[in-house]
């Protein structure tokens, strides 16, 4: 890298000068670890950054560039990335780590999809490519899956991935509506003004294929795990739940079965006795689940700038310490979303006799039997919401008898169908 051996300093770029790199800048001025220097800030339109509140307090030396160039040829020896999103950040993740410097990565989407070729490029050009904030955010989960878990074999992962999410339903859990306390995650900053990547499932999905990868040593691409939204789930939805035990969480799990994995993020009833139950706000909370050593439960703030750098500027020390890529064995499996699970199935109908038996009989002709009818009473008979839930069966089996009674005349709205967990998946 152009200085000599003896120089016992290494260089820090940041692209990207937003929540989270602002915040590296922040933590690495405030930590001042001996021998880190941040050399350069890269961001477009740069003035604007250079000028604003969060560039106070920083380096007079740091040079402030709107020309990526101007950081992938300098004499720099770790990138750090925090821009975000796949083009053009992989190209320039690859002009870097073939000019011989290392890279940090809080980037998503870009380790779930493209990251088996970047570590490969990292490994062919002796660099190290580390990606720990990508997941969970300050939640060491993925570093503590590579190495303090390694000696296992962890068949089981499920928790909350998304921050965003566990804002809005733990709320919803307290009697907020679904809109209202979206637009506040959208004021205090925790979801984007389209929060489809959240509310939909899309990122708690990209983090669920990078943790599989670490936890598990499979290959998933985020395309072929389900997501399933929670736009339909109401507050009936927690009334209910709360009668059965149980809470409402975006989700995302993993187990394997054999040479299956069976993937899949959505809103899920979980028991209110589950450790996933207790996170609330944007917390993220991840349990594994070993062969040997069994159960494993990480929890913490899984966003925000400050948790976020906190993760980053770990991986660039460890990484400044001589650590690189952890090469591991990643085996090929057959994906399915096909859980064998029970379900919960909320109807919200015109209230007519014979609804029940007609629905009973949907779910018994697919092979699916009821276990729970719950219908609270105070609601209108023209808008019915009442429940069913049922023993344990396989997704695409309750998702066909859900698809015939949807076209049921009664139906009001199409039925929601959530996967419930159990203690028995020791969730
Ligand atoms: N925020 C979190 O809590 C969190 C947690 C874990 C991981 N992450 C990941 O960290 C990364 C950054 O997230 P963030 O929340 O910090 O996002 P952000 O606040 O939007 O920051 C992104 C920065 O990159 C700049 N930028 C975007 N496109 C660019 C381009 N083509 N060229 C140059 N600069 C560009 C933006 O500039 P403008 O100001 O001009 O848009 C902004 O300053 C993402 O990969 C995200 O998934 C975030």
């Not at 999410?165 to 733990?170: M, V």
């Not at 209910?240 to 809103?267: F, H, K, M, N, S």
Request: charged letters at 20%; one cysteine or more; proline letters at 5%.
């Amino acid at each position: 890298m152009g200085r000599s051996p003896s120089t016992p300093e290494t260089r820090v770029a940041i692209l990207g000068f937003g929540t989270v790199g602002s915040a590296v800048a922040h933590v690495l001025q405030a930590q001042q670890f001996p021998g880190v220097r941040l050399t350069h800030i890269y961001n477009r339109d740069i003035r604007r950054k250079r000028e604003s509140e969060r560039a106070a307090g920083l380096g007079a030396d740091i040079v402030w560039t709107e020309h990526v160039d101007e950081v992938l040829q300098a004499d720099v020896d770790i990138i750090v990335e925090t821009i975000g999103g796949l083009d053009p950040i992989e190209e320039w993740l690859q002009m870097a780590l073939r000019s011989g410097k290392h890279v940090v990565t809080a980037n998503k989407q870009l380790i779930a999809y493209r990251g088996a070729g970047l570590l490969q490029l990292a490994r062919d050009n002796n660099r190290a490519l580390v990606y720990n904030a990508a997941v969970a955010g300050g939640v060491p989960v993925i570093p503590a899956t590579l190495h303090g878990l390694q000696g296992d074999r962890i068949t089981r992962l499920s928790g909350i991935l998304n921050g965003t999410c566990n804002f809005i339903l733990s709320h919803m859990e307290h009697g907020a509506d679904y809109a209202d306390v979206l637009q506040q995650a959208q004021t205090a900053g925790y979801a984007e003004a389209d929060p489809t990547a959240d509310v939909d499932g899309f990122d708690a999905r990209a983090k669920l294929c990078i943790l599989a990868r670490a936890a598990m040593q499979v290959g998933l691409d985020p395309d072929e795990v389900p997501a399933q939204s929670i736009r339909s789930v109401s507050a009936v939805d927690f009334h209910y739940a709360r009668e059965l035990g149980c809470t409402v969480r975006q989700i995302a799990r993993a187990e394997l079965q054999g040479d299956t994995l069976l993937a899949r993020v959505g809103p899920m009833l979980v028991p209110r006795s589950s450790p996933i139950a207790w996170s609330h706000g944007t917390e993220n909370m991840v349990v594994t689940t070993g062969d040997f050593g069994g159960d494993v439960v990480f929890s913490g703030h899984g966003a925000g700038g400050n948790p976020t750098a906190v993760a980053i500027v770990s991986d660039l020390l460890a990484v400044a310490h001589g650590s690189s890529s952890v090469a591991l064995p990643v085996r090929d499996c057959a994906v399915t979303g096909e859980f064998l699970a029970p379900y919960y199935l909320r109807f919200i109908v015109r209230d007519k006799p014979g609804i029940v038996s007609a629905i009973s009989g949907a779910l018994s002709g697919m092979g699916a039997n009821i276990d729970s009818i719950l219908q609270r009473p105070g609601y209108p008979k023209e808008a019915l919401p009442f429940v069913v839930t049922t023993e344990p069966c396989l997704t695409s089996v309750v998702a066909s008898a859900v698809e015939q009674i949807a076209r049921m005349p009664t139906m009001l709205e199409p039925p929601l169908c959530l996967q419930m967990l159990t203690d028995d998946a020791r969730d």
